[in-house]
Each structure stands twice: as C-alpha cells, then as structure tokens.
C-alpha cells in the first residue's frame, strides 16, 4: 500500500493578494524565518532572530518616509544634506508578542514613540478582546507601524488598528512577520487603507486560527511559556 500523501497547499500569487499587501522576500529574511520556523530552535535563538528580521523589515517600512534638506559640515566642506522630517515614528506593540518585533525596530528607530494595545483572542469565539491601551497623545502627527508578528484571523490587527484611528492616527501600517490569507482578507476588507508588510504569506488556518505552516504561537516561542 502506498503511503498517504499530503495534498500541496494552494499556490498564493500576488494577484491573489489585498493589493495593499507588501510581501518583503529579502533572501536574509526568507534565510533567518526558515529558521525560526523549525521546532527545534530554542527562545533564545527565535528572538535574537525575531530581533534581526525586525531590523530588516523597518527597512522597507520606512523607505518612504520624508526628508528635508539641512546644511551641514563635513571634516572638509559644507553641503546640503538630507536628514528626517517632521514628526518621527510612533511603533505601537501588539501585546504580548508585538514587543519581539519593537525590540528589532527600536535597534534602528530610536527616536519612535511607543505606544501598546493589549488584545488577546478568545479562544472559542477568536473574536478579539482588548484588555489594555496607551498610545503617545501626538499620535495624530504621526505615522503609526503597528506591530504584531502574526496576521492570523485577523480580528486583533483590525481591532489594534481601530484603536489606532480612534486616537486620531491617519497614518497607518502594520508589520507582521508571517500573515494568513484569510487575515489578510479580513484586515483590508475593514481597513482597506492600510498596508501590510509581512516577510511571508502562508497557506491557511487550521481549525484552532494558527497560521500553517507558520512558526506556532509567537508569543510562546518569544517568551519560552510553552
């Protein structure tokens, strides 16, 4: 008797996905997610990893941001220089497994403001209930990157996101580390105006809303709970 085979997941095109979607397959990234994603790498390795495709990401994600022009000296000339403008960049953590990507963005975005929402996910319903917020009062001045490492059902990032523009935020992103199409779908179907950044999009999610193949729960990896 022949040995039962696994049926191929469906192949995602990026036709397929949100348009607002922004897949970012840098081969040091794709390199450092295959390992995060196996079983056997110990927490201690999964965040000092988390941390470096954190930084990597923040790359993509801040490629449009504005400059303005200032006039500096160098050891040997002036010259007009670009430098950051206007208000700086508000990283909000999705507790409790946001905090392993703000580690890695803060490495490089020092002067962000942090804000955090608290949300868990009821583990019958898997509707998202929040349980904390605090976000910096200039919010509205800045862009907010919203940072959850997995888009799985999608209800917290939308719900983090609501939050967000509650608070008078217009400018908006969320980063996530690995997103499940349906997440995708039900992020942009409630907020079609903001883009998702994601290292991977995955096939599905099973019966209990985990990402598959994904890397587990984030949150138990980051922190060693499980």
Same mark, same amino acid.
């Given at each position: 008797?022949?040995?039962? %085979? ?8 990026? $036709? ?10 840098? !081969? ?8 995060? &994603? &196996? ?14 495709? @954190? ?10 941001? !504005? ?44 002067? *962000? ?11 019958? @319903?898997? *509707? $998202?209930? +929040? ?8 919010? #509205? ?14 209800? #917290?990032? *939308?719900?983090?996101? @609501? +939050? ?6 217009? @400018? ?13 779908? %039900?992020?942009?179907? *409630?907020? !079609?105006?903001? !883009? ?24 138990? &990896? ?5």
């Amino acid at each position: 008797m022949n040995a039962p %085979t696994t049926a191929a997941p469906p192949i995602l095109t990026e $036709a397929s996905l949100p348009p607002s979607t922004v897949v970012v397959d840098h !081969p040091l990234i794709q390199h450092k997610l295959t390992l995060m &994603r &196996r079983s056997r790498t110990p927490a201690n390795e999964f965040r000092l990893l988390l941390r470096e495709i @954190s930084m990597l990401l923040a790359y993509e994600v801040t490629r449009d941001m !504005p400059t303005e022009t200032i006039e500096i000296e160098t050891p040997l000339a002036t010259m007009q220089a670009p430098i950051l403008a206007g208000k700086k960049l508000c990283l909000v953590s999705v507790l409790r497994a946001g905090g392993g990507i703000l580690e890695g963005m803060l490495e490089i975005l020092p002067a *962000a403001r942090v804000g955090h929402v608290g949300l868990y996910r009821d583990p019958v @319903s898997l *509707a $998202a209930v +929040e349980y904390y917020l605090k976000l910096p009062r200039d919010i #509205s001045e800045r862009t907010a990157l919203i940072l959850d490492p997995m888009l799985a059902t999608g209800n #917290s990032a *939308a719900a983090a996101v @609501s +939050e967000v523009k509650a608070a008078g935020c217009h @400018s908006i992103k969320f980063v996530c580390l690995i997103a499940a199409p349906e997440g995708l779908t %039900t992020l942009h179907d *409630a907020h !079609p105006d903001v !883009p998702v950044y994601t290292a991977a999009v995955d096939s599905h999610l099973n019966e209990h809303g985990y990402i598959v193949p994904g890397i587990g729960d984030a949150g138990d &990896r980051i922190f060693g709970t499980k």
